[in-house]
């Protein structure tokens, strides 16, 4: 029995110690190869598809951004186009170009030119004994005492460019490369504050030294100018400001004749003008103010009711890409801003 049992165990322990019967096998080199074809044929579609949906999102944001941009463009226009007493319709422009900032500069175009009236606060003395000057006006004055001052009024022209660029590989013109996008910018010459108290009628104005740089005028502002003749001594032609404030980048750039822009005609109709009454010249071609070739921002401009149509068409797709041309069938990339406007006052009216 002892050896029976003695006999089983070794039995039982030899099996115990041996390897498996058959040898584990991997995968086959073709069967890598199927696997690897049907991952590749899966995954290829899967990843156009992502590539294809960040591009979609990608160009669909960057059409919003450049809505938002146009709409922030249009709301500044039409509150600083809202103090306007005299806007200059296309022959007026053409009179008083020479006299404007960037004369010959075929590459910068005036599109709209205005006066207004703006509010200088705090900066005009109550009274001269106390306060001689404005630069001494202070805002926490009591009544009575020195620095007391009033707000007061004075003109600015405002003149708003459509300024194209040739250079590539400006900071205006990204991502780098030909067809740069066109800008939206603003110049603004202000008069300096009158002096009431001043005894001498050649010198109406307070001098430089009086005021201080929120109050002092532009150097190309002409103190000749007077609204009864308004396209004479409108500034002194020379000592503009050399760089004026950008409103707004990628303006269209396209030119060609897919480019949708009124006629004067049009203007006329759009801004309800009456024709005066002959013998009185009346030119409807005036009213249209444009560059002339891209048409990305115009203005139709009634200058005897003081009304103002702007439009600005946007160029999205510069954003992302240099050949973006508009097209009518990506005309949604190219979005259209318009707003008018009627200013607040009129000379002589």
Partial sequence: ?????????????????????????????????????????IITPMLTFVVDMLNT???????????????????????????????YDGKGITDIKTQLPNNGDSNRTPILVFWKRQQIKNSLPVNATLTPKPSNCNPAALPGKAG?????????????????????????????????????????????????YTTDATKPYYDAT?????????????????????????????????????LVNYIDHSSNTN??????????????VIPPPAPATFNENDLLITDGSTHSFYACVDTSNNLARVTIRGNSLRRLQTDANFKTTSSAFFPITTVQVKGLGAVGK
């Fill in 1 to 41: 029995m002892k050896t029976l049992l003695r006999l089983l165990l070794k039995n039982q322990h030899q099996r115990n110690r041996s390897g498996p019967d058959q040898t584990e096998k991997g995968m086959t080199l073709v069967e890598l190869l199927v696997g690897s074809i049907m991952a590749f044929l």
């Fill in 57 to 87: 999102d990608r160009r669909e944001q960057v059409k919003s951004n450049t809505e938002q941009d146009l709409q922030a463009a249009a709301d500044f226009i039409f509150q600083d186009l809202s103090q306007a007493i005299y806007i």
């Fill in 148 to 196: 007391e001052c009033n707000d007061t009024f004075v003109l600015s022209l405002v003149a708003y460019y459509q300024i194209k660029d040739t250079t590539p590989n400006l900071t205006w013109c990204q991502p780098s490369g030909d067809n740069c996008p066109s800008r939206i910018a603003r110049y603004e010459i202000r008069e300096p504050i009158k002096n009431p």
């Fill in 210 to 246: 009086d005021l201080n740089d929120g109050q002092k005028g532009s150097d190309a502002f002409n103190k000749d100018f007077d609204f009864s003749k308004p396209t004479v001594n409108v500034t002194t032609g020379v000592n503009f400001p050399t760089t004026p404030e950008v």
């Fill in 259 to 272: 480019v949708p822009v009124p006629t004067g005609a049009q203007c006329k109709t759009l801004l309800g």
